[in-house]
């Protein structure tokens, strides 16, 4: 496994710990710029921490080298990339974004690798 494949999976791993810590934040109220809705606070919360979880299940998977793995992650990385744009892009906004990019622009660069099966 080359370096560029370890530098992908390791952006993989920091979009969960991001989002693990974003459904924290969320859930535990600490979060400033929450509506005051209980309801849409623990949508927000739940919603945070089962993207983390996919999030880790991909991982893990991109090392397998699975077609599904590959596909799935382009996809959820690129969902998660166009909601950080609808919503208000701040400076955190923007870094968040970036570190959804750049493992898909890598997963893309990479692709040779991720969709190669074990047994060849």
Excluded: C, Q
Excluded at 14 to 31: C, D, E, K, P, R
Excluded at 41 to 58: P, R, Y
């Amino acid at each position: 496994m080359n370096k560029s494949i370890l530098i992908t999976r390791g952006f993989v791993l920091l979009n969960t710990i991001i989002w693990l810590a974003f459904s924290i934040i969320v859930a535990t109220g600490i979060h400033p710029a929450l509506p005051d809705s209980e309801l849409y606070k623990w949508f927000l919360a739940i919603s945070a921490f089962i993207s983390a979880a996919f999030l880790l299940l991909l991982y893990f998977l991109l090392k397998k080298r699975t077609k599904i793995a590959f596909f799935l992650a382009i996809t959820f990385l690129f969902f998660i990339a166009v909601l950080t744009v609808i919503d208000d892009l701040g400076w955190i906004g923007f870094i968040v974004l970036y570190i959804t990019l750049f493992p898909m622009i890598l997963l893309i660069k990479n692709r040779k690798w991720f969709l190669k099966t074990n047994s060849s």
